[in-house]
T-cell receptor
Framework: GQQLNQSPQSMFIQEGEDVSMNCTSS?????WLWYKQDPGEGPVLLIA?????ELTSNGRLTAQFGITRKDSFLNISASIPSDVGIYFC??????????FGTGTRLLVSP | GAVVSQHPSWVICKSGTSVKIECRSL??????MFWYRQFPKQSLMLMAT?????????EQGVEKDKFLINHASLTLSTLTVTSAHPEDSSFYIC?????????????FGQGTRLTVV
């Protein structure tokens, strides 16, 4: 099935650093969602974006819906060890099924 | 966020037996639920869309007779892996969509680790 290009594939950073990851698509979406998945668990919704150009924050997380509707990024500021996990973007057009990104694995060193 | 409960969280079964996994939306009604399969270090791959009161829509390459889906109510969908084989061992995850106006959010269950021996 279709997957979105998500980069970077993995990151290893020091606690306190800021992190940025992005997601690109060849087709447009009208909803972008960002999830975090811990090992052995289902994805947990972090941020939902519904409007091109929209910038939304959730605590230390900030995500933006690209103006072209073909991309989105997620920033994490002042990372902490519990930020460790896999982050997935997902795009949706209308009420159709989600299309997931390939995931970004984040490791945070104390 | 909304709560989606998946049960069991893990199961070990013998080859040739069938396993049923339940997915419940606890605090909202979901006309549509989705079933995914995830292999280690990979993204989620959609298997099928479960529609309340009608037949599920399967993705290309997913055997509908092998992975039986039933969505009998607005809060419950079940996935039955029939005649399971070791290659069916995987992490299965469901999601339910909650719609508010024109916005839709998808919430996921905690996943079920299936091991077929």
């Amino acid at each position: 099935g279709q997957q979105l290009n998500q980069s970077p594939q993995s990151m290893f950073i020091q606690e306190g650093e800021d992190v940025s990851m992005n997601c690109t698509s060849s087709s447009i979406f009208n909803t972008w969602l960002w999830y975090k998945q811990d090992p052995g668990e289902g994805p947990v919704l972090l941020i939902a974006l519904y409007k091109a150009g929209e910038l939304t924050s959730n605590g230390r997380l900030t995500a933006q819906f690209g103006i072209t509707r073909k991309d989105s990024f997620l920033n994490i500021s002042a990372s902490i060890p519990s930020d460790v996990g896999i982050y997935f973007c997902a795009g949706q057009l209308g009420f159709q099924k989600l299309v997931f990104g390939t995931g970004t694995r984040l490791l945070v060193s104390p | 966020g909304a709560v989606v409960s998946q049960h069991p969280s893990w199961v070990i079964c013998k080859s040739g037996t069938s396993v049923k996994i339940e997915c419940r939306s606890l605090d909202f009604q979901a006309t549509t639920m989705f079933w995914y399969r995830q292999f280690p270090k990979q993204s989620l791959m959609l298997m099928a869309t479960s529609n309340e009161g009608s037949k599920a829509t399967y993705e290309q390459g997913v055997e509908k007779d092998k992975f039986l889906i039933n969505h009998a109510s607005l809060t419950l969908s079940t996935l039955t892996v029939t005649s399971a084989h070791p290659e069916d061992s995987s992490f299965y995850i469901c999601s339910a969509s909650r719609t508010g106006g024109t916005n839709t959010e998808a919430f996921f269950g905690q996943g079920t680790r299936l091991t077929v021996v």
